[in-house]
């Protein structure tokens, strides 16, 4: 789940890691009003979901109140597209106003969540303000990097010896190692699976600030915290992602034309290998989760027929604790209501398969049925193409 940048500085405020002063706004008159009391000059930022907002010209400084008036004019509304957006960009809704600050260094560092170990992992570099992933491709020895013992934790030894390695030295590295313990105890607290701090200054008076910040829960943990569904902001989100949402439904637009239905996220990766070595091009990840009802199963090929990119759908079910008739049943249910004549391939295997597939045989649609995941991805790419005019 992700928040806002200025969602995640005030969080990280309340762990003691300092921030810029800075006020939120929704219109271009309150941006006014926010730039006056931060003495005129100020940074007017879009608050987005994504990185690389400068670059699009959604962070601009503004050197009187009148000038933020007319930036957030010009932002609000916009559609921003950076590399993390995609070509249809997002909407800026929201622009945090924050006082400028005289920056002397720029640092990277981040806890993230490294799925090869399951643990968390400090990472760090001296070259902050950029894109780390540039940074690691060309100059790898210049990230640093600490696997965090869950059991020990992160300890005082381990983040001074992360911030010797990238250049801090006297009293502004003791800061910084204070920062770090902070930053651990803010990602155990909030069930974070990402808190990065990009850039973290140390300002010509000597100060640490965290100028930039970025957080995501851990979706799996957001049950223990139900102050997280009034922080999101759903304008921020596919709309297909937030219907998904309300059913339970594990949902993730991606870029191909192939629509894909699958229960268990393993097999749902799977399946989308699968799809591309045969030539086909995934155009989402959907995971029904192993006990779908039929009206479960309805909902989410519904949701995949409303994305408009989809030329087909990929159906790949083991029918373990699902039956696959209740499966078949779903499937016709929801593409009778949309009236779909797409081409449709279901691979089944398990509880009543030969009645599922005998549903699905004597219904209207245009289905075809694989008893093998590389089979059934062979007939969808064939029949995409025998659609094509």
């Not at 009148?66 to 957006?85: D, Y």
């Not at 030969?354 to 289905?367: F, I, R, T």
Request: proline letters at 3%; charged letters at 25%; hydrophobic letters at 40%.
């Amino acid at each position: 789940m992700k928040i806002h940048e200025y969602q995640a500085k005030e969080i990280l405020g309340s762990f003691d890691i300092p921030v810029p002063r800075g006020r939120v706004a929704v219109t271009a008159d309150q941006v006014e009003r926010a730039a006056k009391m931060m003495g005129g000059r100020c940074v007017v930022k879009a608050q987005i979901y994504a990185g690389g907002r400068g670059k699009a010209g959604g962070v601009q400084v503004a050197h009187h109140p009148e000038q933020a008036h007319e930036i957030a004019k010009e932002l609000f509304g916009k559609r921003l597209v950076t590399h993390q957006t995609g070509p249809e960009g997002l909407k800026v809704r929201r622009i945090l106003v924050e006082e400028t600050v005289e920056v002397g260094q720029e640092f990277y560092l981040s806890i993230t969540l490294d799925r090869q170990t399951s643990r968390y992992c400090l990472i760090a570099s001296a070259e902050g303000g950029v894109n780390i992933e540039e940074v690691a491709a060309n100059a790898p020895e210049k990230i640093h990097t600490l696997t965090i013992d869950p059991y020990t934790g992160l300890r005082s030894y381990q983040a001074r010896q992360i911030v010797h390695k990238i250049g801090m030295t006297g009293g502004v590295a003791e800061d910084c190692v204070r920062l770090i313990l902070d930053m651990y105890r803010c990602c155990l607290d909030k069930d974070c699976s990402l808190v990065e701090i990009n850039p973290l200054v140390v300002t010509k008076a000597g100060w640490l600030l965290a100028l930039d910040a970025k957080i995501n829960f851990d979706d799996n943990a957001v049950f223990r915290h139900w102050e997280y569904h009034e922080m999101q902001d759903y304008s921020q989100m596919d709309p297909l992602e937030i219907s998904a949402g309300k059913f339970d439904l594990s949902y993730i637009k991606l870029d191909g034309n192939i629509g894909c239905m699958v229960n268990g996220a393993g097999l749902a990766m799977a399946t989308l290998d699968v799809l591309k070595e045969n030539g086909g091009d995934p155009a989402n990840f959907l995971d029904v989760g192993g006990g779908a009802t039929r009206e479960k199963v309805a909902e989410a090929f519904k949701i995949i027929l409303q994305d408009k990119d989809v030329e087909a759908v990929f159906v790949n079910i083991f029918g373990g604790i699902m039956r696959c008739d209740v499966i078949a049943h779903g499937i016709i249910e929801a593409a009778g209501e949309m009236a779909c004549q797409l081409p449709i391939v279901v691979r089944m295997d398990g509880s009543q398969v030969e009645e599922g597939k005998a549903l699905l045989k004597e219904s209207p649609l245009n289905v075809q049925c694989a008893d093998f995941l590389g089979e059934g991805a062979k007939m969808i790419v064939a029949m995409m193409k025998q659609e094509e005019p």
